[in-house]
C-alpha cells in the first residue's frame, strides 16, 4: 500500500479536462493508504455551469475514458 505520508506523487505529466475546459490538477500519484490505485485531484473551473459535464484525465499522452460528473451550486 502506499505511504500516508508523504505522499506518492507520479512521475508522469498528468492534465485533466472537465466540460472540454482545463481543470487544475492538485495532486497525482497512488493513492494513500491502497495498492496499485492512482489517484488524481482535480479543481472544477469556476465558470462551469450547473448541471452534467464530462471529464477525462491524460496521462503521459494518453487519454482515460470519458466519465460523467454533476456540478452543483458553489457553497458560500
Known amino acids: 500500500?502506499?505511504?500516508m505520508e508523504?505522499?506518492?506523487w507520479g512521475t508522469e505529466e498528468v492534465s485533466a479536462f472537465v466540460g472540454n475546459?482545463?481543470?487544475k490538477v492538485l495532486f497525482s500519484g497512488l493513492a494513500?493508504?491502497?495498492a496499485g490505485l492512482f489517484q488524481v485531484n482535480v479543481e472544477v473551473p469556476e465558470n462551469l455551469h450547473e448541471g452534467?459535464?464530462?471529464?477525462s484525465i491524460r496521462v503521459g499522452g494518453l487519454v482515460s475514458n470519458t466519465a460523467m460528473i454533476s456540478v452543483g451550486?458553489?457553497?458560500?
Open 1 to 3: 500500500a502506499a505511504p
Open 32 to 34: 494513500p493508504g491502497f
Open 52 to 55: 452534467e459535464h464530462t471529464v
Open 6 to 8: 508523504p505522499l506518492s
Open 73 to 76: 451550486k458553489p457553497r458560500k
Open 21 to 23: 475546459q482545463s481543470a
